[in-house]
């Protein structure tokens, strides 16, 4: 399969993943009570593919074709852009920065509204409103460049672009929860709350989209090669800086470690046999 034929699949792929930002609008208001512990592991297992894909697979691959000064350059590059994003968002609304599950469930000001609208009928609280809708465009904004990788490596390898997927389709999940908490308590809309979640996952597709308008043109062997080691430092950037802090704040150290290591070996695996 060529890399014309591979543009459909890897949109498709990227699809899934940016969407998958719905599930954790699911989670947040059809679950009452979400088992923390199936979080931190999934976490850290997306971390490990990540991880491993990234060292094991990307980088040799972008070393092998483009020498070991610019795979590093383009590495490093892909680092750089995830960090100027997180630079550029708030950090109460930032995906990197947001507060566990349990503590927007929990928080002194959930239940006080929580209270007051069953009491009052209350309207709206403006400030939730504000949090969730902030962090919708934040989590928008963070998930443009994951697109592009997701895009970028399918386009690459299929097989390859499947795993990356589905790990970054898990690491989405608490995002989903981060943006669709604050608008249900606000609004008491599960509708609504899953609207804007789902549209923060849409950035993911724009992000493949943009990058099939501007680079496939363009793409050449040596262009795919830096972009593998691009994408590889953003997923190394989001698993330092995103998926282990946010596994760690839930708890269950050892778990996490758990789901670290099972997520390498079932990537290890899956690459021998494919």
Known sequence: MNVSEQVIPALLLTVFAGLSTGIGSAIAYFIKKPKIVYLSFSLGFSAGVMIYISFMELMPQAIQSLGNSWAVLAFFWGIAVVAIIDLLIPEPQNPHSMAPLAEWTNSEETCELKT???????????????????TALAVGIHNFPEGLATFASALSDVHLGVFIAIAIAIHNVPEGIAVSVPIFYATSNKNKAFFYSFLSGLSEPIGAIVGYLILLPFLTPGLLAALLAFVAGIMIYISLDELLPLAHRYGHGHLVIAGIVLGMLVMAISLVIL
């Not at 609280?125 to 504000?130: D, K, P």
């Open 116 to 134: 007051e609208s069953s009491r009052l009928k209350a309207g709206p609280s403006a400030a939730l409103m504000r949090t969730g809708l902030f």
